[in-house]
Every structure is written in structure tokens, then in C-alpha cells.
């Protein structure tokens, strides 16, 4: 796949659906933050009025967000075969992200299969731990909206010359050198306990010296 440092890639012959596959993060939290904090305060007022108890479901959110993260990008995103529907596939729902990596339209899930995809995952939370999803879904979604914008900046800002720019690093190495690996963006966390962290630049130096030193 080549990758285009500038423009972007059509999905749709029709302007209407294609405008509805590109959307600006600003709009994203315009959504989620009010419903998020709807969410919480329907939760600490009506059903559970324990802070404590709103402060481990909404953190317990966002940690499990992480892990879906990892998961997703994984294997939904990076999952990938001969036919061509999944190639298709593929290549909409994140191809075309690698192929174009700097186009700022198609950095953020856009509204409609955002509102979608968080549906499902509150009816599932609901399912699995009842009432007590409102606060646990609202941790999720805010660990949602975390990703999404260090993803946006990442890719439209330059590495900061702190502590952070260890995360525009990881996320450059998936991009540009290792497609098969770092697939944590949020935290490499999951990287590391699943054995997908890139190789390290010593270890790289190390085994290109081997190859090139004489017997």
C-alpha cells in the first residue's frame, strides 16, 4: 500500500454519503460529552448515589476502553484476507486511514456509525452489568473521545518535546515502518502485555550488524 503524506480517496460516488464518511473531532465531543455527563449524573442521582462508587465503574470504563481499543485495531481493523469483500471492507473502515494518514477528515469515527457502534456496546454493558452501565458506559465513551482526540493530534500535530512524544513515536512505528505491531494508541500497555511492541532501534542495530558482520 502506498502511503500519501497529502489528499484524500473517494468511497462513494455520491457526495452526500461521501460527506457523511468524513467529520471533525469537535463535532464528536459536541455529541458525547453531554450525553456522557447525562449519563453520570442520571447514575449518582436516581440510581446509586455512592461517589466512590461512580469513580471505580467510570474509571473501570476507561481502562476497559483500552483493551477494546487494542482489540478492534487489532484484529477488526487489521483483519485482512484474499477475498475481496473483506479487502473492501478493510480498506473503508481502515485502509484508507493508512493510505492517507494526514487527511484530517477521516481521523475521527464520523457521527452516524459512531452513535451506531456506541448503541451497541451500551446495550451490551446494560446487558452485562445492568444499571450500573450508565456510569460504566460514560467511562467508556470518555476513554473513546481520549483516543480519538491524541489520535487526531497525532497525526496533525507535531511530537511535543516532552514525556508524550513516546506516543507519537509508537504510533509513526505502526504507521510507517510496523503495520503488525503497536497497535495500542491511547497506551502501549496492551502492546506490552501481548508481545506487540515494535523492536526496540538497539536490538534493530544489533541484528542488522549480525547479518552484515563476517562469520
Not at 37 to 47: E, M, P, V
Amino acid at each position: 500500500m502506498k502511503v500519501h503524506v497529502k489528499g484524500s480517496s473517494t468511497l462513494f460516488k455520491s457526495k452526500f454519503l461521501e460527506a457523511l464518511t468524513k467529520t471533525h473531532p469537535a463535532i464528536i465531543l459536541s455529541m458525547y460529552i453531554p450525553i456522557c455527563g447525562f449519563l453520570l449524573y442520571y447514575f449518582y442521582t436516581s440510581i446509586d448515589h455512592s461517589f466512590s462508587a461512580l469513580l471505580l465503574l467510570f474509571f473501570g470504563g476507561m481502562f476497559t476502553w483500552t483493551f477494546f481499543e487494542y482489540i478492534l485495531h487489532r484484529y477488526v481493523f487489521h483483519f485482512i484476507d484474499e477475498r475481496q469483500w473483506v479487502q473492501k471492507f478493510h480498506f473503508f473502515v481502515h485502509g484508507i486511514h493508512h493510505e492517507y494518514p494526514k487527511d484530517k477528515n477521516r481521523l475521527v469515527l464520523p457521527p452516524i456509525p459512531s452513535l451506531i457502534v456506541a448503541s451497541v456496546f451500551f446495550l451490551f454493558f446494560r446487558l452485562i452489568v445492568g444499571v450500573y452501565a450508565y456510569a460504566f458506559f460514560s467511562g467508556f465513551m470518555i476513554g473513546y473521545l481520549t483516543y480519538a482526540m491524541m489520535h487526531y493530534t497525532m497525526h496533525v500535530v507535531r511530537p511535543p518535546k516532552t514525556v508524550f512524544k513516546y506516543l507519537w513515536v509508537h504510533h509513526n512505528h505502526h504507521h510507517y515502518k510496523y503495520p503488525d505491531k503497536a497497535f495500542g494508541v491511547s497506551s502501549p500497555f496492551w502492546d506490552l502485555i501481548f508481545g506487540t511492541m515494535p523492536p526496540k532501534k538497539s536490538k534493530i542495530e544489533s541484528q542488522q550488524s549480525e547479518v552484515g558482520s563476517p562469520n
